[in-house]
């Protein structure tokens, strides 16, 4: 079964510098990759995802992500951030064969961006 | 466009009270609709998801149920609420047959007393 990791479950990071949140996912085969914010007390909000092609995928908000299938990771990235950026983030991996969003979420990582 | 509503926000259940959350979207048709639970300090867990009205799929065995009576609605229930029911509910939908990724609800915290 699939599994996903988010190394970190807490980043904090001072407001403009940059920041990468990691994510490495367990299965080598084809794979959808995302990646969601949840703002506090709020859903989730799709921030980017990576289904085929280029595995540099452009998000909302400034960030972007980079596919790597001999690493099977998903690391998300954001050259500059703000203090609005806190929040925390997922990883989710689904798998492209069955027939609906059976969506794997990793635990989080909290993302605290420091005035 | 596509909206999912789902209510209510927050909720204070004494143990062993019943439970009834709704999640319902427009804007769409046959939709697959999820039920994701987050406890404190925890990622997402899936807990039952659908693919049409009347099938429903746990993932995990629970004090808890799901309905889906109508297509665009979807219900998480419970007969009798445990303290360890406690967290944050998330509703979810995706597009069968369409682009992956699901979105999600507003989410209710539910607290069991």
């Known amino acids: 079964a699939q599994s996903v990791t988010q190394l970190d479950s807490q980043v904090p990071v001072f407001e403009e510098a940059p920041v990468e949140l990691r994510c490495n996912y367990s299965?080598?085969?084809?794979?959808?990759l995302f990646w969601y914010v949840q703002y506090p007390n709020q859903g989730l909000q799709l921030l980017l995802k990576?289904?085929?092609?280029?595995?540099l995928v452009k998000g909302i908000n400034g960030f972007e992500a980079e596919f790597n299938k001999s690493q099977t990771s998903f690391h998300l990235r954001k050259p500059s951030v703000h203090i609005s950026d806190t929040a925390e983030y997922f990883c989710?991996?689904?798998?492209?064969?069955?027939?609906?969003?059976?969506?794997?979420f990793g635990p989080g990582t909290s993302l605290s961006v420091i005035p | 466009s596509q909206t999912i509503h789902q209510w209510p926000a927050t909720l204070v259940q004494p143990v062993g009270s019943p439970l009834s959350l709704e999640c319902t979207v427009e804007?769409?048709?046959?939709?697959?609709l999820y039920w994701y639970r987050q406890a404190a300090g925890r990622g997402l867990q899936l807990l039952f998801y659908s693919v049409g009205i009347g099938q429903i799929s746990s993932e995990v065995p629970q004090n808890l149920s799901a309905s889906r009576p109508q297509d665009r609605q979807f219900i998480l229930s419970s007969k009798k609420l445990l303290l360890s029911d406690s967290g944050f509910y998330l509703c979810?939908?995706?597009?069968?047959?369409?682009?992956?990724?699901?979105?999600f609800g507003q989410g209710t915290r539910l607290t069991v007393v």
């Open positions: 299965s080598s085969v084809s794979v959808y």
């Open positions: 804007g769409t048709s046959n939709p697959n």
């Open positions: 979810a939908w995706s597009a069968l047959g369409g682009l992956p990724g699901a979105f």
């Open positions: 989710a991996v689904s798998d492209p064969k069955t027939s609906y969003d059976k969506v794997i």
């Open positions: 990576y289904l085929s092609g280029s595995t």
